[in-house]
């Protein structure tokens, strides 16, 4: 039994016993059912399991000390119970076996209590095979106080491997392959783990040393991407190899004109657009043609066509870009923009960006791919810089995985314009904090990159 | 349950020593692994996970150490330790495949080989590690945002003006569950489409903007691999791609005995879609490969598949039978025969002559080979030859030819001889194919004579005259003229029996 599949049955099970105790009386037959249904499941999992845990952890959701990851599949029913377990202020739940039915039904009851009378109940009720843990006051702000060595550990490991790879492409050197591969591994391990934590760190941008950070930038967001669909481990460890060789191809064309501030001319413009058939001659040089290499190349070709079947390099009108290169065209573009360069000095705000990319969905990206990509960041990704109507400035640094227009942000200047270093408030709690409108870090002479290392 | 540990231990460190010595599918091996699996699975279902940090040279479970091994090729934990492993946990649900995989990735002797990559790309659903990168003090710098002066406010103004969207759209990401429903059947597509093509094609549309040496060879590699996995539709597509670069050589490293030996497990593979492809396949060799191939040919085991093959050497060839024809001094016969055949299908202008020493081969099957050869090759004149040939399927192959090509000067001979007593003495098979033959060239008087035979057991008597009336009869329905069929037609309605059903037979097989 695979344990991840059994914890996401398991949480599809939940949902229509929660919404059916709060419609129906408790011996009505549809309660009755859902919580037959679930009972069995759960049964069933205690012949390989002595006991099933959920436990929710910094708006993740761990069964039995698997993480049950977002996926567009599924979504809804593990945004619910994190929403439930949030609102209840519970830390775990635990079911023993021999769990009855009677029991599933009567905590799903008082589960839809409000958050006192909830502690009430489980403190004075005797459920003998369920045992729940309250979050202790502490523990909450030790939420936001992450250990992210770990992350940072894999993010800079991964951006001296991007470095060397391209600068020993650069300088004709010999490519260090097994060191890639690693770092690829890494990075779907952080995806796995901590999504969150480690798309923070992709608004740490490079001017001078565009390509490296973006690079990886688009390779992490796009296993980001890629997980929320529901790619498997394999398929990520691909996808996250093409979308750290998408750019590949540009170590083939001088640095003078990939760092040009002014606007490139026809013949130059020609040129920068021979990266994507470079990129297919760079991945075959140093990688050869194994599996992941054989999708890096079609990404690096494919990354600049369009849904709609515009784009370079030319192509057949029958010819689609493969999913792959959906998911990097969208990642590609959303960090480019986000991203000061020569020739873009101010770059687009996050939300700004996603907004270009939703408002081009079926033109330049495919729609469902814009959509999930939108929930994954949110309405205002982290790194954005958001005016407060209390008048400080709060910096997002973490998405809300159920209110995605809503997210966790900490206020980093004051009414006064001083920098400060400030709560951490989740916007979607009860707070008098609304956002008035997102700004430019710049401004008040933030680099917002700073606050997540 | 310090016991049960211990003996988890006990049972890991013998398997991977066994695993070691033995290797997987050994009995030894097995004797140590199929408990210590047991005792495991016991362990997870009562306890959900089974977890061991590692360190330099020993595994700690529940911060007790429960191994310890300082010899770094005999030690289980430095072996996962020097490839970054830090932590390693077997969850409840573990399979024994998954276990005994792990216990062969980590016992691989290779200095070169990585754990943690052999780990990941196992893809455990019941094994979960913790890799670290190396300890190495990596730069936490943030890179400097350079300041600009710039109006932001504006600036931002500007680039949604650029954009032209609207900045205060309700942006609602839901997915419907058709949409849903559409993205996962795009992720099943995506999983099951092959690789191959895709890059095959990638590369393709690259030469058609620049000829790159590296793309080439790219090719080349992807070929060599589908040939050696025997993927011939993936190969015939490459030397599609590639057959537009005159320079580039791409079948000649396959052009050589080892490899054209090997297509031998292709010839009957029971789909006929592969060997359909590898003939297609076959179709970029050059002329310097028939030889080669034809030495394949025996082991073909179905005809038609042989003659196929036969066709592929032969459009290999062109106009030129060089090839084949040193062949034609094959004491083989199975290689003369394909060697003949395959001259029959080219045709080339001295087909006759070159047969000529065949004529009295003394194999028939060579002799049959030669008839069907010169049929291929319209050479009537030298089938002739054949029709007195000893071997009774011999003259009937030399006959049946003769009745499709034209070649009148048999036709008094063969009048003639059904007119003789030995005529009755030859076989069915001979006499309906020389009444074949008349059918096909006779004239008015043929039907003449054919009536005779109907109806007036002329030339013969009474033995086997009922076979003769037969073989007229069809004879006249094969001539098909409108004197012909009245003859049957009357026949048909005589009151001898044996006429009436010759009749009724012939016409019932008469051409539409």
Redesign the interface.
């Given at each position: 039994m695979n344990i991840y599949l059994a914890g996401k049955t398991l949480v599809g099970l939940f949902y229509p016993l929660f919404k059916a105790v709060q419609v129906y009386d408790i011996n009505n037959n549809v309660v009755v059912n859902a919580a037959q249904k679930f009972t069995d499941y759960a049964a069933n999992l205690f012949s390989t399991m002595s006991s099933i845990e959920f436990v929710r952890y910094r708006d993740y959701i761990f069964f039995n000390k698997q993480r049950l990851r977002y996926e567009v599949d599924g979504y809804a029913n593990l945004q619910f119970l994190n929403n439930l377990l949030k609102t209840q202020r519970i830390k775990s739940i635990t079911l023993n076996r021999r769990l009855t039915q009677r029991e599933v039904i009567d905590f799903a009851c008082i589960l839809k209590e409000d958050l006192a009378l909830f502690h009430k109940e489980v403190s004075t009720r005797k459920f003998e095979h369920i045992a729940v843990e309250i979050l202790k006051p502490d523990e909450e702000q030790d939420e936001f106080i992450e250990d992210r060595k770990a992350l940072k550990q894999t993010y800079f490991k991964a951006l001296k491997v991007t470095r060397n790879l391209m600068q020993n492409l650069w300088t004709g050197r010999q490519v260090d392959v097994k060191s890639s591969r690693r770092v690829i591994y890494g990075l779907v391990d952080s995806i796995s783990h901590d999504e969150f934590g480690i798309l923070a760190l992709t608004t740490i941008k490079n001017f001078d040393e565009y390509t490296f950070n973006h690079s990886l930038n688009v390779s992490i967001l796009s296993l980001a991407l890629g997980q929320r669909i529901g790619l498997d481990r394999k398929n990520l460890a691909r996808l996250g190899s093409a979308g750290l060789l998408h750019d590949i191809g540009k170590v083939e064309i001088s640095k003078e004109l990939i760092n040009k501030i002014q606007k490139l001319s026809d013949t130059e413009w020609k040129t920068m657009k021979l990266h994507s058939n470079f990129g297919v001659r760079e991945i075959l040089k140093t990688r050869g043609l194994d599996e992941t290499s054989m999708v890096a190349i079609t990404v690096a070709y494919q990354h600049h066509w369009n849904y709609d079947g515009t784009g370079y390099p030319l192509r057949e009108k029958a010819d689609e870009p493969t999913l792959f290169s959906r998911i990097v065209r969208i990642c590609d573009s959303y960090d480019a923009m986000t991203t000061a360069r020569g020739y873009q000095p101010v770059p687009y705000l996050p939300h700004f960006a996603l907004r270009v990319i939703w408002s081009n969905q079926n033109r330049l990206f495919d729609p469902i791919l814009a959509k999930v990509f939108t929930q994954l960041l949110g309405i205002y990704p982290v790194g954005s810089c958001l005016e407060l109507t209390t008048g400080e400035i709060g910096l997002v640094m973490r998405q809300n995985p159920s209110t995605i227009d809503l997210p966790m942000i900490k206020v980093i200047v004051d009414k006064n314009n001083n920098r400060i270093d400030g709560p951490i408030v989740d916007l979607a709690s009860d707070t008098e904090m609304k956002i008035r409108r997102p700004t430019y870090p710049q401004i008040y002479g933030i680099n917002a990159a700073a606050y997540f290392l | 349950m310090k016991d049960e540990i211990d003996q988890i231990i006990l049972g890991f460190t013998k398997s991977f020593k066994a695993m070691q010595m033995y290797g997987m599918s050994h009995s030894s091996f097995l004797h140590f692994f199929e408990p210590f699996y047991q005792i495991l699975s016991n362990f997870?279902?009562?306890?959900?996970?089974f977890s061991l940090e590692v360190e330099k040279f020993g595994l700690i479970h529940n911060d007790r150490i429960v191994y310890e091994e300082e010899e770094m090729d005999m030690s289980i934990a430095f072996r996962l330790f020097k490839d970054?492993i830090r932590s390693i946990?077997f969850?409840?649900?573990l399979t024994s495949d998954e276990l005994l995989l792990f216990i062969d990735v980590i016992s691989r002797p290779a200095r070169e080989w990585?754990i943690?990559?052999g780990l990941?790309?196992c893809?455990f659903?019941?094994i979960?590690f913790?890799?670290?990168?190396?300890d190495e003090v990596?730069?936490?710098q943030?890179?400097?945002?350079?300041?600009?002066d710039?109006d932001?406010d504006e600036?931002?103004k500007q680039?949604?003006l650029k954009?032209k969207?609207?900045?205060d759209?309700v942006?609602i990401?839901?997915?419907n569950p058709q949409?849903?429903e559409?993205?996962?059947s795009?992720?099943t597509?995506?999983?099951r489409?092959a690789?191959?093509p895709?890059?095959i094609?990638?590369?393709g549309?690259?030469l058609q903007?620049?000829c790159?040496q590296?793309?080439i060879?790219?090719l080349i590699?992807?070929l060599q691999?589908c040939v050696n996995v025997q993927d011939f539709r993936n190969a015939r597509r490459i030397c599609y791609k590639l057959k537009d670069y005159p320079d580039v050589n791409f079948i000649e490293r396959f052009e050589n005995e080892t490899t054209i030996m090997s297509f031998r497990e292709v010839l009957n593979v029971p789909q006929d879609e592969i060997f359909n492809e590898f003939l297609a396949f076959l179709g970029f060799f050059g002329k310097r490969s028939i030889p080669l191939i034809i030495q394949i040919m025996p082991f073909v085991e179905r005809s038609d598949r042989l003659n196929a093959l036969r066709h592929r050497i032969a459009h290999i060839a062109g106009n030129d039978v060089t090839p084949m024809i040193e062949f034609l001094e094959s004491k083989d016969p199975d290689l003369l025969v394909n060697a003949i055949h395959m001259i029959g299908i080219v045709k080339p202008a001295n087909t006759d002559k070159l047969f000529e020493p065949f004529v009295y081969h003394k194999d028939e099957n060579v002799r049959m080979a030669t008839v069907d050869a010169l049929a291929a090759a319209d050479q009537p004149a030298a089938i002739v030859k054949f029709v007195t040939d000893p071997a009774v399927e011999v003259r009937v192959r030399a006959l049946c030819a003769l009745g499709r090509q034209k070649c009148p000067e048999m036709y008094p001979v063969l009048l003639d001889r059904i007119k003789q007593n030995s005529f009755l003495a030859l076989d069915f098979s001979e006499q309906r194919e020389v009444f074949n033959y008349l059918a096909a060239h006779g004239d008015r008087d043929l039907v003449r004579v054919m009536r005779d035979i109907l109806y007036k057991r002329k030339w013969f008597g009474a033995k086997k005259y009922r076979v003769m009336r037969r073989l007229a009869a069809s004879t006249l329905s094969h001539i098909n003229t409108a004197q012909a069929l009245d003859i049957l037609e009357k026949g048909r309605r005589k009151r001898n029996r044996d006429i009436a059903y010759a009749c009724e037979a012939a016409l019932k097989e008469r051409p539409s």
């Open positions: - | 997870l279902k009562e306890h959900n996970e970054g946990a969850l409840s649900g990585d943690a990559l990941w790309e893809n659903a019941h979960t913790y890799v670290i990168e190396t990596l730069d936490y943030v890179p400097e945002v350079p300041a600009i710039v932001y600036k931002l680039l949604i954009e969207i609207d900045i759209a942006i990401p839901e997915l949409e849903i559409n993205l996962k795009n992720i597509d995506e999983e489409a690789l191959l895709i890059v094609k990638t590369l549309d690259y903007t620049e790159s590296e793309i060879d790219g590699e992807i691999t």
